[in-house]
């Protein structure tokens, strides 16, 4: 993608709409790091394009002072898919839910990642269905009373890395709305990945599920519980670092450093091809309760589709010369009547 | 003195307008195979030809059953013909199962051509025979000739590299070569194409070159065959021809209307069949800058069409029966967005699963109603494999001034026959109009639902042009700024506007064209496939001193405008549709007339005959 100097304010990149989320929602966070991380992206906004599906993350394009489409639940991957491929020039974002890409859009999320199509998503994880008014989604956890459970939901929820590392994403990381400098960061990563990036922002839906991440975002949660993945840097985490991950066998594993050697200790690679470290990392909690990983877990390079598309179109000219109608109709033979 | 000519003895050579010929055999037999080359090299030699290709959903169902009999049907004709003829007057069956599966179709004093060595006890019993049909007198009435197609094949490949059961594939090449000199084709064409095929395999070009060969040589041996038939060179309007299916037609369709209209070809589509061979034919031809997207599922193929439109493609999704089901709430978001799409659908049996492999037309009002709310679209179906070409023109034609989803209805028949196509000039085809826009319309900003007031279609700014960004989507726009509304005027406003846009296209269509007897009491009206049965059967019957007219729509959303004044011209109507009647219950809702159906949902088309037989028995009601 060209890069152009373009220097924006925040508020250039804000729509002329009233932003209708609920007050106190997550979601006004995530909208501000956005803003200000697009701002300053280097790419004017008339290539920026933002892709929904349906749910209150859903309505975020409607914000955004560039091109955007909200589209139907859980299709915004594939709608994105046929915007990148049509102008690979354009610098392209879906926003969605738990709802929408991992319950009705999951079969588009897995392809979208598995292709390596060149889109950024963001999902926005509440563990609820807000629009719908509070039913539990595919990332409610076990026992969760709702509305349409209320005796509690008996699935087992996604984990949402474990599932895009999964279907072969080469791009995952995880932040939380609070915490603005992680978005920044890990947007920045997503923009400069080639090929489609998954990143999940645990988003508070104050009205349905609050405190949903309280273990993360409280006070001494957030110390003590965020394990904060930085490439080429040990793993360690805890209010006085007493922490660490180590890799044994494979499985990642929390352990006091008193118990081990610092040699031990694990020292993040973004880069490693093979995706097993990066899901045992993700393994380390199921949802936001206890010690859990934050920040980018993989970023490998690899084709994208959009290029080996274009490659392909590229060929045939090369091959074939530009299409001519007259030599199409022609191409089966044809026979002359006198 | 005259170069000495190899003469056949007692070889008589007698000239007839047309034939039927059915090729029928075991799904793996290479039945379609050996009927599209009699029917290219008759293409080559000039006939007109309609061709009836049909098949099994099974790929390879249990050999020797009547569920896995595939057969092909063609005529050729030395005059301009419209359907792949009635009952045919040949019929070659390569096992039991083949003849019991086709041969109460066989025209009286027919010519019946069975291998014969397939007639063992145990392919005899697996038909469903009790008897052996040869000893049963239920052939009696027709020409039967025994011929030892697999005897033939292994001596001819005795000596041939290709070994063991892989011999007998040949076999199908005694069936073509012998029908070849029964009906005075060469065989040079045939072997070229066998040459060029099998580059790679020498000896497998060899081997059914050996057979074809042999299978010709057969009829030069055997007196039996030494009165032979030639179906002389039709009468066509001078000019260049191919021979293409609809499937073909309508891919070549879409590229040439995304080159008439200056953009770049967007196909989204998940594998279905019929439709499947225009993902396929797109997908061969990038060099035109042609996106072929074989997405995940129908939603997909559908939602990234959706998100190409946005991006300024001409945007086509393609599929059959149950993929349109799946595509539909995606339908309706283009339809709300306005954004101009092409939706294709080769109908086949329905519901459900149904006859994945046979004609239908029965999707028709799904295609106009099978939406959520109120969302009228344009609907318009090709009646025949050139047609196809057109309407895929006028559907991306439609999508792209109008700003709006357009479903192009084909189905089986169409897709899988083919005709002669005489090639149009293509500088002659008309160059398509679009909204793109890259100037902002008003000075408060880009008014993404500032409409037209001609064709009242909003503009198309796409991503990439400065100044015009803009949001839209599923929700309710507000007239003008494109912003979501919920208000109750509003809403009204733009449903209103959205129908109206839609009728408003009726002025911009071709009027419908009479045929037949103009001062007739009876018009037959059909749409799409069964064109070419109608219009031979109303022929028919005009020569046969019954006053009958026939017309045919293409456009069934909108009508075309001169749709009533053509209808209150005559007395009775008469709809025969492939389904339990759709079209009709349009007709009747709309014109008030008490229209009368002629409906038939048997997999297969209506042949003339059966129409001509049906639509005077509706006269004489």
Redesign the interface.
């Known amino acids: 993608m060209s890069k152009v100097p373009v220097n924006y304010k925040r508020t250039d990149m804000q729509s002329d709409q009233e932003v209708k989320w609920c007050p106190g929602c997550g979601d006004y966070t995530i909208l501000a790091s956005v803003q200000s991380f697009m701002a300053e992206l280097g790419i004017s906004k008339e290539k920026m394009v933002f892709v929904s599906g349906i749910g209150c993350a859903a309505r975020f394009p409607y914000y955004m002072n560039t091109y955007g489409l909200h589209t139907i639940h859980g299709r915004a991957p594939a709608v994105a898919t046929g915007v990148t491929l049509s102008n690979p020039d354009l610098s392209v974002w879906v926003v969605s839910g738990d709802g929408d890409s991992l319950s009705i859009g999951g079969n588009h999320l897995i392809h979208a990642l598995r292709k390596n199509v060149n889109i950024k998503i963001l999902m926005f994880n509440n563990q609820i269905y807000g629009l719908t008014k509070g039913q539990y989604s595919p990332t409610s956890e076990e026992g969760k009373k709702t509305k349409s459970s209320p005796f509690g939901s008996v699935e087992l929820p996604f984990n949402p890395m474990s599932v895009a590392l999964g279907a072969e994403a080469s791009f995952v990381a995880r932040s939380v709305d609070m915490d603005r400098d992680l978005t920044t960061q890990v947007l920045q990563e997503a923009s400069t990945h080639k090929g489609s990036a998954f990143i999940e922002i645990y988003q508070n839906c104050n009205v349905f599920n609050d405190k949903a991440f309280e273990q993360l975002t409280s006070k001494e949660g957030r110390v003590a519980n965020r394990i904060n993945l930085v490439h080429g840097e040990k793993v360690i985490f805890g209010a006085e670092d007493e922490f660490a991950v180590t890799i044994e066998n494979g499985e990642a594993k929390i352990a006091k450093r008193t118990d081990i050697d610092d040699s031990q200790i694990y020292v993040h690679d973004i880069t490693r091809e093979n995706p097993s470290v990066a899901f045992s990392l993700s393994r380390l909690s199921h949802g936001p309760y206890g010690p859990t990983p934050m920040g980018v877990f993989r970023k490998v390079q690899r084709e994208t589709y959009n290029e080996d598309v274009m490659k392909q179109i590229d060929f045939a000219k090369d091959s074939k010369g530009d299409g001519e109608l007259d030599k199409l109709v022609r191409s089966l033979g044809t026979w002359d009547v006198k | 003195m005259d170069e000495p000519k190899l003469k056949i003895e007692n070889k008589t050579v007698e000239s007839i307008p047309a034939v039927t010929i059915r090729f029928a055999g075991d799904s793996g037999d290479g039945m379609q195979l050996v009927g599209t080359r009699f029917t290219?090299t008759s293409?080559?030699f000039?006939n007109d030809l309609a061709t009836l290709p049909a098949f099994p959903a099974e790929i390879r169902a249990p050999q020797g059953t009547i569920a896995g009999v595939s057969s092909f049907q063609v005529q050729i004709a030395d005059f301009d013909i419209l359907t792949p003829g009635d009952n045919p007057e040949v019929l070659v069956a390569m096992n039991p199962a083949a003849l019991k599966a086709h041969l109460h179709d066989l025209a009286p004093n027919g010519m019946l051509i069975i291998n014969e060595d397939a007639f063992e006890e145990k392919n005899i019993t697996k038909a469903g025979y009790k008897i052996d049909p040869r000893e049963s007198g239920e052939l009696d009435g027709y020409r039967v000739f025994e011929v030892p197609m697999e005897k033939l094949t292994k001596e001819a490949l005795k000596d041939s590299e290709i070994k063991g059961r892989a011999i007998l594939r040949s076999k199908n090449m005694i069936a073509l070569g012998l029908i070849s000199w029964v009906f005075n084709r060469p065989l040079e064409d045939t072997i070229n194409w066998l040459n060029k095929k099998f580059e790679k395999l020498p000896e497998v070009a060899d081997a059914n070159i050996k057979t074809l060969k042999t299978g010709y040589n057969f009829g030069i041996t055997v007196e039996a065959f030494h009165h032979t038939y030639v179906v002389e060179?039709?009468a066509?309007?001078?000019?260049?021809?191919?021979?293409?299916n609809g499937n073909?037609g309508l891919s070549?369709g879409l590229?040439?209307g995304a080159?008439l209209s200056n953009l770049?070809l967007?196909y989204?589509s998940y594998p279905i069949t019929p439709a499947s061979d225009i993902l396929h034919e797109l997908s061969k031809?990038?060099?035109?800058?042609?996106?072929t997207?074989q997405?995940?599922?129908e939603?997909?193929?559908a939602?990234?069409?959706?998100?190409?439109?946005?991006?300024?493609?001409l945007?086509v999704t393609g599929t059959s029966g149950p993929g349109l089901a799946l595509k539909s709430?995606?339908i309706s978001?283009a339809l709300s967005?306005e954004l101009p799409m092409v939706i294709v659908n080769v109908q086949r049996g329905g519901p459900s699963t149904g006859l994945p492999t046979k004609p239908e037309q029965s999707d028709l009002l799904f295609a106009l109603y099978g939406r959520h709310g109120e969302s009228p679209l344009p609907v318009l179906a090709s009646r025949s494999p050139s047609h196809a070409f057109y309407t895929a023109i006028e559907a991306s034609r439609i999508a792209l001034k109008y700003m709006t989803p357009v479903i192009l209805l084909s189905d089986n028949y169409v897709a899988t026959g083919s005709e002669p196509w005489?090639?149009?000039d293509?500088s002659d085809?008309p160059s398509l109009t679009n909204n793109l826009t890259t100037t902002n319309n008003s000075k408060d900003?880009f008014l993404p639902f500032h409409r037209d007031m001609t064709t009242f279609a909003r503009p198309w700014a796409?991503?990439?042009?400065?100044?015009?960004?803009?949001?839209?989507?599923?929700?309710e726009k507000e007239e003008g700024t494109g912003?979501?509304s919920y208000d109750s005027a509003n809403h009204q406003y733009m449903t209103d506007m959205r129908a109206w846009k839609i009728a408003n296209i009726a002025n911009d269509i071709e009027p419908l064209e009479l045929n037949g007897d103009e001062k007739a009491d009876t018009l037959v009206l059909g749409w799409g496939s069964t064109y070419g049965g109608i219009t031979q059967a109303v022929n028919r019957l005009n020569e046969k001193g019954v006053k009958v007219a026939s017309a045919h729509l293409t456009f069934i959303n909108p009508f075309p405008d001169n749709l009533g004044e053509i209808l209150s011209n005559f007395e009775r109507i008469i709809i025969p549709e492939l389904n339990t009647g759709q079209l009709i219950k349009l007709i009747r809702e709309r014109f008030l007339i008490d229209a009368k159906g002629i409906n038939k949902v048997a997999g297969e088309p209506f042949t003339a005959q059966e129409l001509a037989e049906k639509i005077e028995e509706k006269i004489n009601e």
């Open positions: 290219d293409a080559l000039g060179k039709a066509l309007p001078t000019g260049e021809y191919t021979n293409i073909i070549w590229i040439a080159k770049e967007f989204g031809h990038k060099n035109f800058n042609v996106i997207f997405a995940e599922d939603i997909a193929a939602a990234a069409t959706v998100g190409a439109s946005f991006t300024g493609k945007a709430e995606t978001l967005a005489k090639l149009p293509i085809l900003g796409v991503p990439g042009v400065p100044g015009l960004e803009h949001r839209i989507g599923g929700l912003n979501v």
